[in-house]
């Protein structure tokens, strides 16, 4: 699975239709156009806030079409962007998490403030570890991606099916968004 496939597991088929026309604009590299539609997704994923940072961007390299994907996917509500150096995200993560599995009381779940730290121990991981008991009753499961593409790692968290988790974390072939176990 990669992750071009696992967005047609997340997205209904206007948007996962919408993803793969955004993707030939890519690939035939109409980047005013990509700019236009998608300026949000260019500036929380890949830090590009104008046209003009994204044209001097491509002269040395391609937008990487994984990580537009991700960002196509948090623009559609299916995945939130972590930093690899963030502190207290536990409301974001259990508002996201609750958004897709209705089972949190987040004010009550977490006792102490949940931080990533990507060159040092954090305690990010234990975190959705406990989380992923809670939606494992639902037959949910919390799946985390990373990235350190363009120096900036991220983590990508997703909620989905138990069954299509189990194929992405055996299966999962894309070389630029990992997953982070």
């Not at 069954?163 to 968004?177: H, Q, R, S």
Request: hydrophobic content about 40%; proline content about 0%; charged content about 25%.
């Amino acid at each position: 699975m990669n992750t071009k496939e696992l967005a047609k597991e997340l997205l209904n088929e206007q948007d996962y239709q919408e993803l793969i026309d955004a993707l030939q604009m890519l690939s035939d590299r109409k980047h005013k156009d990509i700019y236009d539609t998608y300026a949000s997704v260019l500036s929380e994923f890949a830090s590009l806030y104008s046209y003009s940072e994204l044209s001097d961007f491509i002269k040395g390299t391609m937008l990487n079409e994984s990580l537009f994907i991700f960002g196509f996917l948090w623009q559609k509500n299916q995945c939130i962007q972590i930093g690899g150096y963030e502190e207290r995200i536990q409301d974001r993560i259990n508002l996201f998490i609750d958004s897709k599995a209705h089972c949190m009381e987040s004010s009550t779940f977490v006792s102490a403030d949940i931080f990533t730290d990507f060159d040092g121990e954090d305690n990010f991981m234990d975190y959705i570890a406990q989380l992923n008991l809670l939606v494992s009753a639902l037959g949910l499961e919390i799946v985390v991606f990373f990235n350190d593409l363009y120096s900036a790692c991220s983590f990508y968290i997703i909620v989905i099916d138990t069954k299509i988790a189990e194929t992405v974390l055996n299966n999962w072939e894309d070389d630029n968004i990992i997953i982070h176990r």
